[in-house]
């Protein structure tokens, strides 16, 4: 790799570092081609990526961004998993992770925040930005529906009270 190319790695990985929700970083050592297309299509599908970068050019990329202190955690084969949604990535390595005993979460950033294993964890079982919209959304609409339930409850009461008289008037 020439210096050119590094160059451009390491501001790739600077954007990563700065506009990403949640940095995972995972030791990847003995996982097959597949395992890593079955955990990129994973991402994918959330909205995330994964990328294997040298650490070097990592650490490099961290400098002045948010997640600087996270350079202790790039040590070995490491990948990085990352994603807007602070949440989506740390949930698909921690699901990836139960599965596949090669692939070991060792910690992530979360904007200026240092995740170690178990932040990771704590992270992934956060609700996902659009579970916390649907929760949002259900909250705004529950009291509308009881206004509407209520508006429509005593006419329903009234047409039963004038169906029974119907019916004792018939007989």
Do not use: W
């Amino acid at each position: 790799m020439d210096r050119a190319q590094k160059e451009k790695v390491v501001d790739e990985l600077g954007q990563i570092f700065a506009s990403s929700g949640v940095v995972v970083v995972a030791h990847y050592a003995g996982m097959t081609v597949a395992q890593m297309q079955d955990l990129r299509a994973k991402m994918r599908e959330v909205g995330g990526s994964v990328r294997v970068a040298k650490n070097t050019l990592a650490k490099i990329a961290l400098g002045g961004k948010p997640s600087e202190k996270m350079g202790s955690l790039l040590a070995g084969m490491t990948m990085l998993s990352y994603s807007e949604d602070p949440v989506a990535a740390a949930k698909v390595c921690e699901a990836y992770a139960k599965t596949n005993d090669k692939f070991v979460i060792i910690g992530g950033a979360m904007g200026d925040t240092v995740l170690d294993q178990a932040g990771v964890k704590a992270v992934a079982a956060m609700p996902s930005r659009d579970e916390l919209i649907a929760q949002i959304v259900s909250c705004i609409g529950a009291p509308a529906s009881a206004i509407a339930g209520a508006i429509g409850a005593p006419a329903s009461n009234i047409a039963s009270i004038l169906s029974t008289i119907e019916e004792k008037a018939a007989a």
